[in-house]
């Protein structure tokens, strides 16, 4: 009996330490601050690319005043900027793209907020500030995910889902001639890039040789090549 209880405790232990093995053993999300992530954007060559290593919060807006991309390399970049702050240029966006700035996002992962513009073009002309959209999420509420005020914003790529400010997914300072939206691709929810309700009148901002191709249910809109 004494060694069938000792088979007992023991088993019990093992199972136990098991656990706590695979509980210990769980990864936890990698993380890496704001201040890394700019230091890495300030030190990258024009020829680097800056990989996230870890999920971003940041608390402010990242500004970009020289040629940079970033490949989001699974991760996500979020804000906790409170609401108080949300006042001036560095509190309202969490990408503000400045005269010779020019920003290229690419890489599976996602750019998430839930009122802030996500990426805003502050230049002076259409070519002092750039940004390319290759691939990526961009979820928000009310929220733009490209403002331009000055300069030239292509998407090439990317999914885009905005809640209850989806008609300002993509959208441009009011007659403004140096403010340019151009889309070669992407799969936009609830919003139709070559219609957009953003601007007044409406606005096709699908450069010519694409099309948009509509869901059966007409919530979709995705981007191709126009090959006929």
Known sequence: MKKFLSICVCLALVLVCGLTLVACGKDKPKTMTQADFEKAIADAKESEVVKLSGDVTLSKAVEIGKKVAIDLNGHKILENVKYEDKNDAQHTTMFLI???????????????????????????????????????????????????????????????????????????????????????????????????????????????????????????????????
């Open 98 to 228: 400045n005269k010779n700035g020019d920003l290229t996002v690419s890489g599976k992962g996602s750019v998430e907020t839930d009122d802030l513009i996500i990426f805003w073009l502050h230049g002076t002309t259409k070519t002092d500030a750039k940004l390319q959209i290759e691939a990526g999420e961009y979820i928000g509420d009310e929220s733009d995910v490209v403002y331009v005020t000055g300069g030239t914003a292509t998407i090439t790529g990317g999914t885009y889902k905005i809640d209850s400010h989806v008609k300002y997914t993509l959208n441009l300072q009011d007659n403004n001639a140096n403010a340019e939206i151009v889309v070669k691709g992407g799969t936009f929810h609830n919003y139709d890039p070559s219609n957009s309700a953003s601007e007044k009148p409406v606005k096709n901002f699908v450069a010519e040789g694409f099309k948009v191709e509509t869901s059966k249910d007409g919530k979709v809109f995705t981007v191709v090549e126009d090959k006929k």
